[in-house]
């Protein structure tokens, strides 16, 4: 391939769409006519106020949103917010329901209990290895939220719909699924994503607020950790960070002119993920890893016969111009993960270089 | 000049050295022989720890550092810091000094005290404007730490040499003048520099603690607030700003290697500062605002006869290739912010402008 690049299967961080990449790359010296980089113009200047307003506007198109919701850029990533959703939105009394689906979620739940507060583990899925998503979950009316992971990364797992809570507001932890297709936001009051894996670098968490989750944001945080303080300086109470917001903003623009939205991303993503599994299902070479009903469109975890084999496909996957296929050092096993910005191309070759690795040691 | 850059003097985001986004501009689809570009590749890789092992290794080579400190890269800027630090260090009945020299002290103390922490101001130069550094502070012996902001990036100060603390660890904001020059780090407990000014992008704060501060830090804190999460992963308790770390690692590789180190460094920063405040020193018609002894090298201030020539001073040198110098909107006036990045090249073809402006205006 170009530039001697190979198809990246990596968890995150991922592949960022060629395009995006070769737009940074051709305006790195001198950005939209500014005679600067873009990691040297102001944050205050009109260069990034077109940037970021650009990136929020794409978000609020993409996603089918009106100004009841609030677009935010964080740093810290998502564990970050594991930490801010409780400190601004849970105060004395209240509590807060998880649906524990993994490692993500655990973490989440974790950071809670660290700061006091009272959180009911209303469904989990630990009890068989985290290979499923839980159904029919009493959920609490009385709850401030109710918390989900909408995809696993680790294993592969995601919410095929997301769950009634009887009008209590969604919070999600999307950051490897945001975008992947359309959703109805009107249910949650907060959704959080890590840019690293669907949208953008590292270094930045894209937050979306609904309006009246910002009225319970205690007076008594520290301004960085408050929501108000960035819903009310539009992300910009201090400097951004103000590449990977750009790069978020090509991405946006990449999924709304050259994909075409999220209808048509979501086909894409079920047709690569669909080869894929097809080739699980239609082999006793590879297995799956995770109940069909709850296989995730963006990280396809299998196994082969055994280890010694694993490691071999992994690395004449490789050798092969594949790389990325190794699954979570805390699981093993293999994984692709096929975000957005994975060309259908990639899954062509990992399909073929498979079938190819099964005849000649299946 | 090349691609049609200008000379960049903003304040922050500011100039890069230009070797560095070069090298970063011709590696970016490719990174190191990966195959993916610098913001694809797995912060769990051997690419990544490579950087961010480099980054380190000659932070301390430039500072001239044992591994009694600990160096950390953390986001949310230094603005996230003025909240960590007193959460962090300051327990039930503990106190500590501030200095106030201007916004960013100021800020530093306010988030102290919305935790409920007790601060100490034991120096100000609120009383003229902000336009000098204090001395003979009388720091209080049972401090935990003593404050102080290195250099004061919208007035134009800088302290020229660290005050005797009698002991109590000195924790600084170096954002804007870290590396500018060596200094003794051993009087530190605490060092931080968001990274925007002199070091890197925006999105990654670096922290420098001392190994018996991290013995402060409560288990109660979330993990993303504590110095000791990242301390005890190598800043990678989750997915760290990779970007940003890598532009940092390539600053400090053209400091070591290019420069030749921070005694260089600091030798041709007095050179550019000493030649624009020449300038102001033999014209009536610019006006340094900042007293003599507390001119800082990395933010040049000064003042026209009147706001319509300030106007058309920044107008006209823009015009010329020379941008970013309008004073911070909080005080107006004309900055020249010339960190490490900034060329003599840059410097020599400001003074020049300023020699005929005064000639055509004077």
């Known amino acids: 391939m170009k530039e001697n690049r190979i198809y990246n299967f990596n968890a995150g961080p991922a592949a960022l769409p060629l395009e995006v990449l070769e737009e940074i790359k051709d305006s790195f010296l001198n950005f939209a006519g500014s005679g600067m980089s873009i990691t040297e113009i102001s944050h205050r200047s009109k260069w990034f106020d077109d940037v970021i307003n650009d990136a929020i506007a794409r978000t609020r198109r993409l996603l089918n949103m009106d100004d009841t919701f609030h677009v935010l850029f964080i740093q810290g990533g998502a564990s970050m917010q594991f930490c801010m959703i409780p400190m601004n939105l849970l105060h004395e009394g209240d509590t807060a329901d998880y649906v524990n689906t993994g490692t993500w979620s655990t973490k989440a ?64 932890d999307m950051s490897s699924d945001i975008m992947c297709g359309p959703f109805d936001v009107d249910k949650f009051g907060l959704i959080y994503a890590g840019a690293q894996k669907n949208i953008g670098p590292a270094g930045v968490c894209m ?30 109470f201090n400097t951004p960070p103000c590449f990977a917001v750009y790069t978020i903003q090509l991405v ?20 690569k993920a669909g080869l894929l599994y097809k080739v699980m299902d239609s082999s006793d070479f590879y297995s799956g890893t995770v109940k069909p009903d709850s296989r995730s469109l963006m990280n396809v975890t299998f196994r082969l016969p055994d280890e010694d084999l694993e490691k071999l496909f992994i690395e004449q996957a490789l050798e092969n111009g594949l790389g990325g296929l190794k699954g979570h050092r805390s699981v093993g096993g293999c994984r692709a993960s096929i975000y957005n910005a994975t060309p259908l191309a990639a899954i062509e070759a990992l399909t073929d270089f498979m079938k190819n690795f099964e005849q000649k040691n299946g």
């Open 252 to 271: 946006l623009k990449w999924l709304e002119e050259t994909i075409g939205g999220l209808d048509k991303m979501e086909a894409i993503n079920r047709e």
């Open 109 to 172: 739940i974790k950071e809670a209990e660290i700061l006091g507060k009272t959180v009911n583990v209303v469904a989990s899925s630990e009890d068989e290895n985290y290979s499923y998503i839980p159904k029919d979950i009493p959920f609490n009316s009385n709850a401030i939220y109710a918390h989900i992971t909408s995809n696993n990364t680790i294993k592969g797992t995601q919410w095929a719909s997301f769950p009634e809570t009887g009008g209590v507001p969604l919070i999600a």
């Open 207 to 236: 937050v979306i607020i609904r309006d009246d989750m910002l009225k319970r944001v205690p007076d008594t945080l520290p301004s960085m950790l408050k929501y108000t303080t960035y819903a009310s300086k539009n992300s910009m």
